[in-house]
């Protein structure tokens, strides 16, 4: 199966330009969840960020088979289509209503009629269970309906792959079970691979088939949930503690 990601020794840069020490590596295929934990400022957010090509970092990323480095503007334009990245808050325009953020990208890159894609977005906010209303603006909105308006926005462009930054953060336990489950079928329905940084630890134990250790001293890759709780790692061990 053709992986979707392929990242080989992988830095981020910081603010300041510095690359972090430890590099990641890493492959992701379709229909997998793949999450990024750690220890609060150990760089997930960066990695991730990295990982999606949002920001530019030392090593190799392909994308969807294409070098990410040597694409020029019209190339990464249309690869932007088909990863989709979700930032922690899930930002959106705050003058237009829930449907017209939904429907902005598909309009902008004129991928049907409005009353088409209008269509469209309502079926995914269904396929989402958004319970919210779709006609006021993103103020008057919980942090779960913009997350789900934010998720809606993204699958609008039919991406292969997603990255959510911290995509629990806010919402409370009955919602991170709808969004845990909304992940799952991402991945397992439609195929995407799913990247998530979280500190949500059940959602890691019952969905990730890979997971990325990411702390002050390295980043280690753990094929399941249970040789990552047992790996013989102090820092791991004081992490997995710390959140019990």
Not at 64 to 78: I, N
Not at 107 to 117: E, F, K, S
Not at 191 to 205: D, I, P
Request: aromatic share 6%; with cysteine.
């Amino acid at each position: 199966m053709t992986a979707l990601l392929y990242a080989e020794a992988l830095r981020p840069r910081r603010e300041d330009g510095s690359e972090f020490a430890h590099a990641l590596s890493l492959e992701a295929e379709p229909g997998r969840i793949i999450c990024l934990v750690g220890p609060n400022g150990s760089g997930k957010t960066a990695y991730l960020r990295a990982l999606a090509g949002v920001d530019p970092a030392a090593g190799t990323l392909r994308l969807l088979g294409s070098e990410v480095a040597t694409l020029d503007t019209p190339a990464w334009r249309q690869l932007r289509c088909r990863v989709a990245f979700v930032s922690e808050g899930a930002p959106l325009l705050s003058v237009v209503d829930g449907i017209t953020n939904v429907t902005l990208p598909a309009l902008y890159h004129r991928l049907g009629t409005r009353d088409a894609i209008r269509a469209q977005a309502m079926e995914l906010l269904d396929f989402l269970g958004y319970p919210g209303s779709r006609e006021v603006l993103p103020a008057h909105l919980n942090q779960h309906q913009r997350l789900l308006l934010a998720i809606a926005r993204c699958l609008m462009l039919s991406p292969e792959l997603i990255f959510l930054d911290e995509p629990f953060h806010m919402t409370d336990e009955e919602c991170r079970k709808r969004e845990s489950d909304i992940y799952r079928k991402l991945a397992h329905d439609r195929g995407l691979a799913v990247l998530v940084s979280t500190h949500n630890l059940g959602f890691v134990k019952r969905h990730a088939q890979d997971i990325l250790f990411i702390h002050p001293q390295g980043v280690q890759h753990f094929a399941s949930w249970d040789t990552f709780t047992n790996a013989p790692l102090p820092v791991l061990q004081q992490f997995l503690h710390a959140a019990a």
